[in-house]
């Protein structure tokens, strides 16, 4: 792909298609117009970013197979030999989800990571955001871990729960391209109107995505035929549990990770969102790897 100069001279609307293409080759995820028109840092139509899309590869700055379009004829050959896998990691991940949102506390629960863009490889994790009652973030963690630890015998692997925000407090911390595209990108499991409210609280991912359209915020409420039928035990976990336990769990929850965290969480690339409304721990995060690499390249 030509560089230097050359590249100078691109309309903005280019510019801003190389560095959507640039930000994902570091994973070597290639990706669609719709998905290119949806990271795209400029306001544009969809046509106009197909025709420019056709424009750069008449002209050697990008490439394209099967729909997609990339940097490289890697990252093309690399998502198309994963698209099975996604699919079948989609279903999976659905029917974990279900089982997540009948644990106590939790409200709301959204497929993350590489999965959600549909870039998932072989050693890829299924991960989950998930939000949870207020001032219960921790509690659900606790209950999350330890299922996963005796009835999974702590394979993460269709299992990654490393993200919780309780419903009062979904503003994010950190603020930026990373975040931004993780956000964007979640599909929501269980509880899209939660979504919509995450999205309200966190303004500054359509700053950098103009052409991103978040879903709408509305209460999702359980009906009585629903709770009958298809979950019978919601009020007995979310209701009776909160009774039971509270304010105490919830204290006994945050002390218990924040120890294991001052014990474990000591690498260079860890990351963590850590507060008494969140959990958000990381220990192999690329974020800062992603950001440093990006900012290093991009056109705008």
């Not at 004829?73 to 099975?84: A, E, G, I, P, Y």
């Not at 989609?90 to 870039?119: A, D």
């Not at 409210?197 to 950098?208: A, L, P």
């Amino acid at each position: 792909m030509p560089r230097g100069n050359e590249l100078k001279k691109i309309p903005e609307i280019q510019k801003a298609i190389v560095n959507v293409l640039e930000y994902f080759d570091f994973f070597q995820h290639s990706l669609y117009p719709d998905e290119i028109h949806k990271y795209l840092s400029l306001k544009a139509s969809k046509e106009a970013v197909f025709k420019n899309l056709e424009e750069m590869v008449n002209t050697g700055y990008i490439f394209t197979k099967n729909g997609l379009w990339a940097l490289n004829t890697k990252s093309l050959d690399v998502r198309l030999h994963n698209l099975k896998r996604n699919t079948r990691l989609l279903k999976i991940s659905k029917r974990m989800g279900w089982l997540i949102r009948k644990f106590p506390f939790v409200k709301g629960v959204y497929l993350s990571g590489s999965l959600s863009k549909l870039g998932a490889n072989s050693d890829a994790d299924i991960d989950y955001f998930i939000v949870t009652k207020n001032n219960r973030a921790w509690s659900a963690r606790l209950f999350l871990t330890a299922f996963k630890k005796i009835f999974l015998l702590n394979n993460k692997r269709y299992f990654c729960i490393n993200f919780f925000l309780d419903e009062n407090h979904l503003e994010l911390n950190k603020k930026n391209i990373y975040t931004a595209i993780e956000s964007a990108s979640l599909i929501a499991i269980h509880n899209k109107g939660l979504l919509g409210k995450f999205y309200e609280k966190n303004g500054f991912i359509q700053e950098y995505f103009p052409n991103f359209i978040p879903q709408k915020a509305y209460n999702f409420n359980y009906t009585s035929s629903f709770k009958s039928q298809y979950d019978p035990l919601y009020e007995t976990t979310n209701e009776i549990a909160d009774d039971f336990f509270g304010n105490w769990i919830e204290k006994k929850a945050q002390d218990i990770f924040k120890k294991r965290l001052s014990i474990k969480f000591n690498g260079e690339n860890g990351d963590s969102e850590i507060s008494d409304h969140a959990s958000g721990i990381w220990p192999n995060s690329v974020q800062n790897r992603v950001l440093n690499n990006y900012n290093e390249k991009k056109l705008v």
